[in-house]
């Protein structure tokens, strides 16, 4: 893909950074707590369809299946070298999973099944603020009628402690222009441009990173 880097960004913000993901995000943002939370808030069920945007290393799909194994998790992720990590993960967890090595589109996903459900964990910060929208509203389109997405990522930082320690942490890593319009509150403007109703700040991390917040949000259903 000849224009994948104009819009992304390692998950660590550089790629030497990559295998050092997994334990640089369980130490600096607790990890452990708000994809707890995250898969309690999916309620996943039988037969639902998943698509992690943005999967990076894999680390929700061994959580969506001790919650629920009859769900069925697709992953999808720019970063190839992320993607590898996270096809090793499932394999040594015994789980089934399907990851894509790609930028997320419509176009992209079309062979698997439309997703009931969506989830984008720490994406938007590191895209420019139009592949924002962009996915968002490629989200929404992806999506079954009255399917849901769940957004866990920094949002508005709501305090001076935050807004110093977003700044002295993820901004140096992924930059100022990509990440300052979440930390202003962009979020849930742009989920409302690309359709999405029904949208909820569920919880809040303080976490030595920033503020880390989980937003759900729901589509249209086909009788509305």
């Not at 639902?48 to 069925?72: C, H, M, Q, Y």
């Not at 399907?98 to 997703?115: I, M």
């Not at 459900?117 to 009628?145: F, G, N, S």
Request: aromatic share 8%; with cysteine.
């Amino acid at each position: 893909m000849t224009d994948q880097h104009a819009v992304y960004t390692p998950p660590a913000g550089y790629p030497i950074l990559t295998p050092l993901y997994d334990i640089g995000v369980r130490l600096s943002t607790r990890e452990k707590r708000w994809r707890r939370d995250l898969v309690d808030l999916i309620e996943p069920k039988c037969n639902e369809v998943l698509l992690d945007i943005g999967a990076g290393t894999g680390s929700l799909a061994p959580l969506l299946a001790t919650k629920n194994p009859a769900t069925t998790y697709f992953g999808i992720d720019p970063d190839e070298d992320a993607i590898q990590i996270a096809r090793k993960k499932a394999g040594r967890a015994g789980i089934d999973a399907e990851f894509k090595h790609g930028l997320f589109s419509v176009a992209t996903v079309a062979k698997w099944p439309a997703p009931n459900i969506a989830t984008l964990c720490l994406v938007l910060h590191q895209v420019p603020y139009d592949e924002k929208l962009r996915l968002l509203c490629e989200i929404y389109e992806a999506l079954k009628p009255g399917g849901r997405l769940f957004i866990a990522d920094y949002g508005e930082q709501q305090s001076r402690l935050m807004r110093v320690l977003f700044r002295a942490t993820i901004q140096q890593l992924d930059g100022v222009s990509d990440t300052q319009p979440n930390a202003d509150g962009a979020l849930v403007p742009l989920m409302e441009q690309a359709g999405f109703l029904s949208i909820t700040e569920c919880k809040r991390y303080q976490t030595i990173t920033g503020l880390i917040s989980i937003y759900g949000a729901t589509k249209t259903s086909a009788d509305e």
